[in-house]
C-alpha cells in the first residue's frame, strides 16, 4: 500500500528530452515535496505531429540517459506499450491503479494546460489529480480553466528558455546539444542516427 505517497507525471514527446525538462523536474520535486517523478513518453501524441518520426523506445532511452542516478525519477514506458492513442486520462488511471493511496502530481506547461477543455476526458484527470502548472515563455493560466479543473497548483519554476524544437534546428551542432541536453543522451543520438544527424 502507498498510503501517502506523492508522485509527479511529466507526459510529453520528448522529442528530444532535454536539460530544460529536468530542471523542471527537480524544480516541481523540491516545490511540491515529491517521493517520484515518471517520465512519461507519448507513442502517438494526439494533438500534433512527432517531427522526424523517432521511435517511441529511443526517446524513452534517451531520457534513461538523462535522469541516470537519481532514483526518484523513472521512465514510464506503458503509452508506448499501448495499442490506442496516448491518451492522458487512461494513463492517470493506470498509475492511480498501480499506486492506490498515492496522490498523483500532474506536471504540464501553461500552454498545454490552457488547451486542457480539448483533451479526451479532461473531467476524469481532474478529479485523479493535483495539477502542477509550470511557467512557460510568460504564458498566463486561463483562470476560468483553472477553476473548472479545480486542484491546480503553480509551479515557481525558472523559465526555461531551451526547446525540443531548437535542439531539432541544430542537430547536427554536437557542442550545443552538449551544453542543452545529457552527454550520454547526444552520444546516443550519434550513434544511431537520430534526427538525421551527420
Known amino acids: 500500500m502507498n498510503s501517502g505517497l506523492r508522485i509527479g507525471i511529466f507526459g ?29 513518453p507519448s507513442r502517438i501524441p494526439v ?15 534517451i531520457i534513461r540517459r538523462s535522469i541516470a542516478g537519481r532514483s526518484s525519477f523513472s521512465v514510464y514506458e506503458d503509452e508506448l506499450v499501448r495499442a490506442e492513442d496516448s491518451y492522458s486520462y487512461i494513463t492517470v488511471e493506470r498509475i492511480k491503479d498501480r ?11 501553461t500552454d498545454a494546460f490552457n488547451g486542457l477543455d480539448k483533451w479526451k476526458h479532461p473531467e476524469k484527470i481532474s478529479t485523479a489529480v493535483f495539477f502542477v502548472v509550470l511557467r512557460r ?11 473548472w479543473a479545480g486542484n491546480v497548483l503553480l509551479s515557481s519554476n525558472e523559465e526555461i528558455k531551451i526547446s525540443s524544437s531548437i535542439l531539432r534546428s541544430r542537430i547536427n551542432d554536437i557542442d550545443f546539444l ?21
Open 137 to 147: 515563455d510568460g504564458e498566463i493560466i486561463n483562470k476560468k480553466l483553472a477553476n
Open 47 to 61: 494533438h500534433k505531429e512527432l517531427d522526424f518520426n523517432v521511435s517511441g523506445p529511443d526517446r524513452a532511452e
Open 99 to 109: 499506486n492506490p493511496g498515492a496522490d498523483l502530481f500532474f506536471i504540464i506547461g
Open 178 to 198: 552538449k551544453r542543452n541536453m545529457n552527454s550520454d543522451a547526444v552520444d546516443y543520438i550519434v550513434e544511431k542516427g537520430l534526427y538525421r544527424v551527420k
Open 12 to 40: 510529453g514527446t520528448f522529442n528530444p528530452f532535454h536539460n530544460g525538462h529536468l530542471i523542471c523536474a527537480e524544480s516541481v520535486s523540491a516545490e511540491f515535496s515529491l517521493d517520484r517523478v515518471l517520465f512519461v
